[in-house]
């Protein structure tokens, strides 16, 4: 098997990172796609916040995700800021949504 986990939290900081990205992001993928719970729970927020016509960035995802949201994230505000850390705004966006994929398969 896989481990995902890596190209989980690249995607969704890309996304939070560049918004140009996230159309494309969520018609190729879904939440069960995402094997790590917090990253299920975060996409899960990117999408409501795109889908309301907002910008998806650091501020609004912990908004919609509120005080209980944060708190359901292990380790709360700071796995938001590893995401948005840990992604790598270099790595092609089609090849991460083709590893995720693969690797959700397996």
Same mark, same amino acid.
């Given at each position: 098997?896989?481990?995902?986990?890596?190209?989980?939290?690249?995607?969704?900081?890309?996304?939070?990172?560049?918004?140009?990205?996230?159309?494309?992001?969520? !018609?190729?993928?879904?939440?069960?796609?995402?094997?790590?719970?917090?990253?299920?729970?975060?996409?899960?927020?990117?999408?409501?916040?795109?889908?309301?016509?907002?910008?998806?960035?650091? +501020?609004?995802?912990?908004?919609?995700?509120?005080?209980?949201?944060?708190?359901?994230?292990?380790?709360?505000? +700071? %796995?938001?800021?590893?995401?948005? !850390?840990?992604?790598?705004? !270099?790595?092609?966006?089609?090849?991460?949504?083709?590893?995720? %994929?693969?690797?959700?398969?397996?």
């Amino acid at each position: 098997m896989i481990d995902n986990h890596h190209f989980e939290v690249q995607l969704i900081g890309a996304m939070m990172h560049d918004n140009s990205v996230v159309e494309d992001v969520l !018609e190729a993928l879904s939440v069960q796609d995402f094997r790590d719970t917090d990253h299920r729970l975060v996409f899960e927020s990117l999408a409501s916040i795109h889908h309301s016509g907002l910008p998806v960035n650091l +501020v609004n995802i912990a908004d919609h995700l509120g005080v209980d949201g944060i708190l359901r994230l292990q380790a709360g505000y +700071v %796995k938001l800021a590893d995401l948005w !850390e840990s992604a790598s705004r !270099e790595t092609e966006i089609r090849e991460l949504i083709a590893m995720l %994929k693969l690797s959700s398969a397996s």
